[in-house]
């Protein structure tokens, strides 16, 4: 094709338009086929961070979790029953980090004061610094932490790195992910305060 | 003639090293291996395929609106990559998902487009391509196997140095934290360019 005609108005404009019309049609027909499986994915993965906070793992949420709702919020809570009867109370999180969202579960004893496990996730955390939240050994250490003090609610504190050991309500934080920890602590307080009147109905 | 095409970008004419392509994104990702080896690996097929596609194209692009066409496929090829991922490597692409945006912006895509695909048949631009993101990714590797090693003491996630070393549990060592935030990110670059190039030196500045 000669250059003055490829370089013409109209040329530009039907050339833009077509391409256009091409790629929305093929990322809107990919995104179409590839849905129901990027959906059950999300659901498993849902699935499996809930069992995580229990310390369980595999296919087994049918067998142990129940989920249901509280209060006149209707606030989500999922139940769940291990082998030896005893009850689990897990709490979803959902939070603000430093880069995007936080999400989490927030397993409880019967008692709704300790903290029986916990798993975190996010979007968009800094790899190495703020994203370590997700692994075991910083969700690990909520393991047995109080969010009481007394009979008041003082949620947790996630403080400096090797400032919480023996302290009760509260954990390590991250090094170098210090945003991302204050973020944790803040969704923490923030998603269990609206819990705080159905914990009392049930003591 | 297409092993050199396959060849230079590596080694010669590095697009991290020597054409000082694709910094940014070598800073940002390189706190650890895995993340790392991902986003060779997705900036690789990403540069090789629209490379290939513009390619096919260039001689039918109006100029005027060549930079756009250019930002279009790749952006398409970022968001196919991103959905097979999220359907059949759900990990993975937890791990991509938020270098996503870096890809599209990583000035290498752009770069070899411009100077390589919209001049050369298919094929040879395919190969530029592939071997403009190994190039990368070798830098890529590089820094964050220092970084990894030396800021956290693991590698690919899996400690590497011995538990019993560090001062918390009475050894004499301590992960340096300098290492995981950016600045560190430069100045191991920088090393890294300056021994890559040492060897070129005179071809390159001589010419």
Known sequence: MDNRKRNGNVYTFIYAAIMVIVVAALLSFVSQVLKPRQVANMMAEKQQSILRSVHLEGNLYERYIRDTVVGPAHLALYICTLEDGTRKYIIPLAGKGLWGPLRGYLALNGDFRTIYGAVFDHDAETPGLGAEITTAAFSDSFRGKSLYQADRFVSLSILKPGKAASNPNAVDGISGGTLTSRGVENMIRESLEPYLPFFKHYE | ?207
């Open chain 2, 1 to 207: 003639m297409n092993k050199r095409i396959f060849l230079d970008p590596i080694f010669k004419n590095n697009p991290v090293s020597v054409l000082a392509l694709g910094i940014c994104s070598a800073l940002a990702v390189t706190v650890k291996l895995e993340p790392a080896m991902v986003m060779a690996l997705s900036v690789t097929l990403v540069t090789g395929f629209s490379e290939l596609i513009l390619s096919l194209l260039r001689n039918t692009v109006p100029n005027r609106i060549r930079i756009i066409v250019q930002l279009v496929v790749v952006a398409t090829l970022v968001i196919l990559v991103d959905q097979i991922l999220k359907a059949y490597a759900w990990q993975v692409s937890k791990q991509l998902s938020v270098f996503v945006g870096l890809i599209i912006t990583n000035c290498i895509i752009m770069g070899r487009i411009e100077a390589f695909a919209l001049s050369n048949k298919p094929f040879p631009a395919f190969v530029d391509g592939i071997a403009n993101g190994l190039g990368y990714g070798i830098i890529l590797v590089a820094v964050s196997f220092f970084r990894e090693l030396l800021g956290s003491g693991t590698l690919m996630g899996y400690p590497v140095v011995p538990q019993k070393w560090y001062a918390v549990n009475g050894g004499f060592y301590e992960n340096n934290g300098l290492f995981i935030l950016p600045p560190m990110a430069l100045i191991v670059v920088g090393l890294i360019v300056w021994v890559f190039n040492a060897q070129n030196d005179k071809k390159v500045w001589n010419k």
